[in-house]
C-alpha cells in the first residue's frame, strides 16, 4: 500500500445551548482518524472502514467522507485517485459530530495528498457537503469547528461565512454520552417551524450575551447565557432523564447544561478542570440509576480542529 497522509478529526459540540445550527466547538474527545492515499483509478474509493461495525456505506456517494473528498477532487478538476482508510473512532448518533468529523478528516487528508492545493477555510463547503449526507440538511456547527478547533459561529450556512471566536482561558466542557442513539434526521424533522416573538427575543438575548463573554472571559454572563428557549425544550423528551442529568450538572456548579448537536450526548461547560470532571461524574451517576450505560469525556477547547500527523 502505498504512503498515505494520516489525520486526526475531533468531535464537536453543535448549538451550544442559544445558537442552533449557528454554533459549534471541538474538544478534545474522541475523533475519526482518516489515511488518504494516492489511488491508480480517478476519483475516490474507499478501501476500508474500521469501527463502524460495518454500518456505514462502502460507496464514495453514499459515505460522509467519500463524498466530501469527492466534491473536493470534482472542484479541482482533477483526474487523480484518492484510496480513503476510515477508522471510526466516534460512535454513531451520538451527538458527537461523528459524520461531520469524517468528513472534515477526509478533506484535509486528501488536500494535503494533492500537496495542499487549498487552504483548510477554502476547504469548509466540500466538508459541510460530506457531512449533509448524513442528515441531508447544509449546515456548518459541526463541521467548521472540526476542521479549524475552536468555537466557532456560522453567520450564515447557506454562504458558509463563518466567525472563530475566542476561547475563554480555562473554560472546560464535560460531555456525556448516554449508549442510545438519536438520528439527527429524526431530531430536526420534530421542530417545530414556528416560533414566538417572546423566544426569539429570549434567544437572541441569550447569544449575544454569550458571544460577548467569550470575548470578555466573563464566566458569569456565560452562566446567565448558555440557555435554549426554544430547541431544547423540544428534544428534551427523546434523552430519558435528560433534566435530572442536567439539574446534577448545575447542582455540582456547571456554568451550563444542554443537549449537544441533536443528542443524546449532553455538555456542560464548567470553569476549572476539576469542576468538569465532578460534573461529568454526577451526569453519569443520574444516567446510571436510569439504567442507562454512558461515557464522558472531559475537556478544553480544541484550538487546532484537524491534526495531520
Ligand atoms: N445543529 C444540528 C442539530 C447539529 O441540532 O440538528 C446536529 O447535526
Do not use: W
Amino acid at each position: 500500500m502505498s504512503v498515505g497522509i494520516k489525520v486526526f478529526a475531533p468531535a464537536s459540540v453543535a448549538n451550544l445551548a442559544c445558537g442552533y445550527d449557528i454554533l459549534g466547538l471541538a474538544f478534545n474527545g474522541p475523533g475519526d482518524e482518516i489515511i488518504a492515499r494516492p489511488s491508480d483509478k480517478p476519483g475516490v474509493h474507499i478501501s476500508i472502514i474500521r469501527g463502524d461495525q460495518k454500518k456505514l456505506p462502502r460507496d464514495p456517494l453514499k459515505n460522509t467522507a467519500g463524498f466530501a473528498a469527492l466534491k473536493l477532487l470534482e472542484h479541482l478538476g482533477t483526474n487523480k485517485g484518492v484510496d480513503l482508510e476510515i477508522n471510526k473512532k466516534m460512535p454513531f448518533g451520538s451527538g458527537l459530530g461523528s459524520s461531520a468529523a469524517s468528513a472534515a478528516g477526509a478533506v484535509v487528508a486528501t488536500n494535503a495528498m494533492l500537496g495542499k492545493p487549498l487552504t483548510r477555510e477554502e476547504l469548509l463547503p466540500f466538508a459541510v457537503l460530506g457531512e449533509q449526507i448524513a442528515d441531508g440538511a447544509y449546515h456548518a456547527d459541526n463541521v467548521a469547528p472540526a476542521l479549524f478547533g475552536g468555537i466557532v459561529l456560522i453567520r450564515d450556512n447557506e454562504s458558509l461565512d463563518i466567525v472563530k471566536l475566542p476561547c475563554p482561558k480555562g473554560l472546560y466542557i464535560s460531555v456525556v454520552h448516554p449508549k442510545l442513539e438519536i438520528l439527527t434526521s429524526e431530531a430536526r424533522s420534530i421542530l417545530s417551524e414556528q416560533l414566538s416573538l417572546k423566544s426569539h427575543i429570549k434567544q437572541s438575548g441569550n447569544l449575544a450575551a454569550f458571544i460577548s463573554a467569550l470575548y470578555t472571559s466573563d464566566f458569569n454572563l456565560i452562566k446567565r447565557s448558555l440557555k435554549d428557549v426554544i430547541i431544547e425544550p423540544q428534544r428534551a423528551s427523546m434523552i430519558p432523564g435528560f433534566y435530572d442529568v442536567k439539574q446534577a450538572a448545575l447542582d455540582q456548579g456547571a456554568l451550563a447544561c444542554s443537549i449537544s448537536g441533536a443528542g443524546p450526548s449532553i455538555f456542560a461547560f464548567a470553569q476549572n478542570s476539576f469542576f468538569a470532571e465532578n460534573i461529568a461524574k454526577e451526569m453519569q451517576e443520574v444516567f446510571r440509576k436510569n439504567h442507562i450505560n454512558s461515557e464522558s469525556f472531559v475537556s478544553s477547547i480544541n484550538t487546532q480542529g484537524v491534526k495531520i500527523y
